[in-house]
């Protein structure tokens, strides 16, 4: 699942000639600390209620109010758990996501980062999910198929991805029909492939799982 995916259509983003009591009841309102701001379709970062909340002069104007994390967003093309890691890190409630032009899409909140972790674990059920990261040039899915079901473990799915670190690598997301990774993993490395992150019950390993222990741990859930 990718971040476009998750948008929530019901925020909007608010605007540098709103006001800060605008904000602030926005921000009540839609039950979130923080809120992106816009001008021109472009991100230029989040109203976070921690510095409007004490201003006198709630009738001031966005553009004069220092604006936080204009760095902090994700592009429309990256995976769910980058938005998790996102918030985590940032410890923000809302992600801004961007496209390739770096205009403003919107915003994924925490509660719809744990909804789509949700509907990962419910595919979970029915198997496990492995993000490989590779040359482009490298890619050839009919090799890892035929190393994958020499585990005798099928694909159901394949998703390609451009990296968002490095552009010349792509991630593969695969959806298999095993619970058990660990021979499969085993096998892909051998043949060099590297595995950057997997979701499936009771894995020791299981990148997602501890990622969600963090965002609870943040929440404090």
Not at 20 to 25: D, I, N, P
Request: hydrophobic residues 40%; negative net charge.
């Amino acid at each position: 699942m990718i971040a476009e995916e998750l948008i929530n259509q019901m925020i909007p983003p608010l605007k540098l000639y709103d006001t800060v009591e605008k904000a602030l009841r926005w921000m009540d309102e839609f039950r979130v600390n923080e809120l992106p701001v816009s001008r021109n379709r472009k991100y230029m970062g989040l109203a976070t209620e921690v510095n409007l909340i004490e201003l006198p002069d709630r009738g001031q104007t966005l553009e004069h109010v220092g604006l936080e994390y204009q760095d902090v967003f994700v592009m429309h093309h990256q995976h769910f758990y980058d938005v998790m890691e996102a918030a985590i890190k940032n410890k923000i409630q809302v992600v801004p996501v961007l496209d390739e032009e770096q205009d403003y899409m919107g915003i994924i909140t925490i509660n719809d980062t744990l909804a789509a972790f949700g509907q990962m674990s419910a595919l979970q059920g029915q198997g496990s999910i492995l993000v490989l990261t590779m040359p482009e040039r490298d890619y050839s899915l009919g090799q890892i198929s035929r190393l994958i079901e020499e585990e005798n473990t099928k694909i159901l799915s394949a998703y390609v991805s451009p990296d968002e670190i490095d552009p010349h690598n792509i991630k593969l997301t695969l959806k298999l029909n095993t619970s058990d990774l660990t021979r499969i993993i085993a096998t892909l490395e051998r043949f060099e492939y590297r595995v950057t992150a997997q979701f499936q019950d009771g894995a020791k390993y299981d990148v997602g799982r501890d990622r969600l222990d963090m965002l609870f741990k943040y929440l404090d859930i």
